[in-house]
T-cell receptor, first 110, second 117 residues
Framework: GENVEQHPSTLSVQEGDSAVIKCTYS??????FPWYKQELGKRPQLIID?????GEKKDQRIAVTLNKTAKHFSLHITETQPEDSAVYFC?????????FGKGTRLHILP | DGGITQSPKYLFRKEGQNVTLSCEQN?????MYWYRQDPGQGLRLIYY???????QKGDIAEGYSVSREKKESFPLTVTSAQKNPTAFYLC????????????????FGPGTRLTVT
């Protein structure tokens, strides 16, 4: 079955700098790759997703890239702000469910 | 944020007791899921259901049971057989499991924090 690895587990960046979170997946049949953000004490929420027929997708300060050959995908956050502090989860579809990575705790330093 | 609810927010139980966590959705979603969240472990799938009266084990089903008698409801029972039940439990739903890619988007409930002593 699908296995999703996520790195790093913790990331600290200066406010205004960029943050990059990377994930790899194992199942070449996976074709949907969402990213979820979970703020402290709240539920995870979808922030962006990418499908296998696209290499990159951007939404304001957030972008995702997908390399199907290498089976990895990344989340890029530019001009980071305090409200970006949260845990971020990558995921991939496998069979009839979504498999999540273990999460990255992002700290935005003042 | 509305549409999927879990109750209660906090739950305390003594070791050896079974406890049932509630999950209700009014989104008319076919698929529902239960995840367990522990620090550094991400979201681990316990059980999921694609349709009423049917459900499948996830990665960590041992010590848990579910039912899906109604489309709107997917309660999770944490049994005394679960070795480490203290955790944060998240319920989620999606339009469907499988099929069109867009149907995979998970809508999460607010979670129930279970503490067993």
């Amino acid at each position: 079955g699908e296995n999703v690895e996520q790195h790093p587990s913790t990331l600290s960046v200066q406010e205004g700098d960029s943050a990059v979170i990377k994930c790899t997946y194992s199942d070449s049949a996976s074709n949907y790759f969402p990213w979820y953000k979970q703020e402290l004490g709240k539920r995870p929420q979808l922030i962006i997703d990418i499908r296998s027929n696209v290499g990159e997708k951007k939404d304001q300060r957030i972008a995702v890239t997908l390399n199907k050959t290498a089976k990895h995908f990344s989340l890029h956050i530019t001009e980071t702000q305090p409200e970006d502090s949260a845990v971020y989860f990558c995921a991939a579809n496998g069979d009839d469910k979504i498999i999540f990575g273990k999460g990255t705790r992002l700290h935005i330093l003042p | 944020d509305g549409g999927i609810t879990q109750s209660p927010k906090y739950l305390f139980r003594k070791e050896g007791q079974n406890v049932t966590l509630s999950c209700e959705q009014n989104l008319n979603h076919d698929a529902m899921y239960w995840y367990r969240q522990d620090p550094g472990q991400g979201l681990r799938l316990i059980y999921y259901s694609q349709i009423v009266n049917d459900f499948q084990k996830g990665d960590i089903a041992e010590g848990y049971s579910v039912s899906r008698e109604k489309k709107e409801s997917f309660p999770l029972t944490v049994t005394s057989a679960q070795k480490n039940p203290t955790a944060f439990y998240l319920c989620a739903s999606s339009i469907a499991a499988g099929g069109p890619i867009s149907s995979y988007e998970q809508y999460f409930g607010p979670g129930t924090r279970l503490t067993v002593t």
